[in-house]
């Protein structure tokens, strides 16, 4: 029979060595008798055998788990830890099996752990013990633990309050930090620690942050157990706030409503003008765009997207509709789709800035999926609705020459997207004598998988591109 | 007026600041201050430092800088119209508020909104100067959320997510016609703008430049916004459609749903009915099996007829109980994305079933080790040892979860 005693300083530290000791040794787990410092001698005297050592290999996901479990109050924990451990000996994946009995207990004790430890870092309140203008300032808590978690948690509060000396006391056992250097010292009974007044000023924020007209109180005592509540000052005023709050919401439903104050109408005489940065383009057509409403898509969008360029421009681009970064931007041909449309032109030999560029439907259709929008092609009759605004910039530029881009800006110049592919790097004539020069979206040269085709896709743009050129030189 | 105490100041400013419900300090860079050179942490998860008996968590100094507003959003009690009593904290004293809650442990951080004062840039570039001092003259690295201006200038915009962990923009209304009507000053165009805006910048910050070098983190913790619940007429397929649009489009870390509750001195054109906390509470489990579960909108939605869930049971069950003919599904064969449609079923215990039945068929008694709800489960799946036989269909099962009928109160 072997005895292993665990301090409880430490404890982590050293179940690990002495487990590791009996598992190298071939210990069975019915051999040891496990025992906390603080635990009450063992009545049976057993053979108080030193631990062996050596050398095991264990699951990390176990040693994860174990580093919590040693901290529970249950002093069966050690042995509870080590008989699974030596079950782990033979197969390993009952670490995976969610459903066994023993590793469910101790998963629950992991948590009832890994709850304490969080309540920890919520619920410690600190006073100031020192001088408030020191160099160093100095606070100290007092915290009852339902577990040994003042050294494991320790270390979450130096990460955090670093440049003050601060103590967390407890019955058990105590955290002390000075100088930037921590230290562990056995518990003590409760002491008397000066008042500070800023607990005040947070004991009125409590107070008000809380809306009576909402009583939830099953809710607040399932996260702040009752236990916790005489070392938290601001709970002391829970009594009060719960027995007011009905009557305080029936007082604000009763009162009658009251007439403004006489400052309120001057006030709002003088609202100040709306912030120019976040203004439209100017002119009365773009402004006439992003004020559209004539069909539903103009709900879910972010914002219109009126055509960007100089209104002489000799040469117009129209592409189907503004995508995701356009909708958010407020330009057409921004996004992906837009940088691959001004790496084309440049290549081309046109100057993007120096022409007209626009979309046939002015909103983004999409749908919602999760974190992302997907496109949606916009129906004939979004394009037909949308297509006064485009015949509107049309007028007003008067371009010599339109490149639709696409089977939408095809649909919506000439009345029919069909057949792009045989079409594309064809001029066609509008009823009102204006040329149209078909070609590819960008973005279906982005949608295409397959090298060859890119290639042959991007050629084909090209060609198309400089032939506007040409046109417009010409 | 005689000057207020900071205590009456913090009273009046904390009372006008309790209808934002957001109070996350979760999700942001980790960082700590174990150098000594400054004060605070920040670790991903979230601490709720304490819970108010509304059953909400405290986990930030969640304050107004001002409450005078030049506003008058009808559902807000700062609205320029309200008698409430107004006061305005100095930019030190949020400063030393902040620094000396948090020293003794109360909060994560700040949660600093305001009324407009002056004008939107005026407010805003104060709010900037708060976090900028805590920032950069306190080093403190704990959390802070900026309730952000939507009309406020760009680049205010921009330094306030360059210090601050989290932004968020209100859309306060479920539609664009709910907001003109109860925030006539309120432009919901120029409140979606803001949020794009938002989103653009966070995810230049996250781009590497050629160099290779990282620009500065852009609210790091994303960006969140509210909306009122039960002040108009929505719908709450119309809400959560707004909600999906909001997540998808502007990338939003969260969506908080506040139930319109009864004010001070509120106006006369609002219900001065008890908020509707149960339809709130249904919304959030709705909005988490969009994000979570993979559900779509319209299955949520369209298991009542007037597009409100139902408020007895959650959306989940009610789904399951209008999908019977997919049920009962066996735990040890059915595959994620169903077992995810089980009422009862979390994501843990989903993945825990998952990664146990490689090895091993799965029996009833496991499942509740795993952490799922079989009160709620059982009707719907079959394991080791269990089948529900006529359970699943049962005329009555609706009636096991739903809560006893209440006789009408005669007052």
Redesign the interface.
Known sequence: MYRAEIPQIGAATAWREAARGFLAKNVPPDQILWGDDSASPDLFGADAAKPPSGQVKVPRSFISMADKVVWHRDPSRFARLYAFLWRLRSDR?HM????D?DL?VLRRMEKNVSRCQ?KM????????IGEPDAAR?S?A?WFEPSHHTVEPTAD?F???????DWRILTPDVSAIFEG?KLRFEPGQPRPELPD?A?????V?????????????????QS??PKKYWKN?P?AAA?PD??AN?PAR?RE??A?A??L??L??ER??AN??E??P??QAPGGDLPSAISACTRCPLH??A??AVAGEGPQSAELMFVGEQPGD?E????RPFVGPAGQLFDLLMAEAGLKREEAFVTNAVKHFK?L??????LHQKPSQDEIATCNPWLRAEIAQVQPRLIVAMGASAAQALLGSGKAITDRRGRVEWRADGLPVLITLHPSFLLRLSDAAAVKQARADMLADLRRAADWIAG | MTRQSLEEKLAILSDAAKYDASCASSGSTKRDSRDGKGLGSNEGTGICHAYAPDGRCISLLKILMTNFCIYDCTYCVNRVSSNVQRARFTVDEVVKLTIEFYRRNYIEGLFLSSGIIRSPDATMADMVQIARKLRQEENFRGYIHLKTIPDAAPELIEEAGLLADRLSINVEMPSDTAVREHAPEKDPSQIRKAMGDVRLRKEAAGDRSFSGKRPARFAPAGQSTQMIIGADGSNDAKVLGQSTRLYSSYKLKRVYYSAFSPIPDSSAKLPLVSPPLQREHRLYQADWLLRFYDFQLDEITSVTPDGNLDLDIDPKLAWALAHRAVFPLDVNRASKEMLLRVPGFGVKTVSRILSTRRHRTLRYEDLARMGASMKKARAFVVAGGWSPGALTDSVDLRARFAPPPQQLSLF
């Open positions: 994946a995976q099996d969610r459903g009995a469910s969080h870092k919520a619920f410690v309140r600190f006073r100031e300032r606070f808590a979450f130096v990460r955090r309050f670093a440049d003050m930037g500070d800023s607990e005040q000023l947070w009125t924020y409590f107070r008000n942050i809380f809306n009576p007209a909402r009583l939830k109180v099953q809710a607040m996260e702040m938290m601001e829970i706030l719960i709050a919401a604000m439903a009162a409503p009251t403004p104050p400052r309120a006030i709002q609202l100040p709306a912030n940065h976040w709900k879910p972010t914002q970064h909708d958010l931007v407020g999409f919602p999926r999760g974190r992302k929008r």
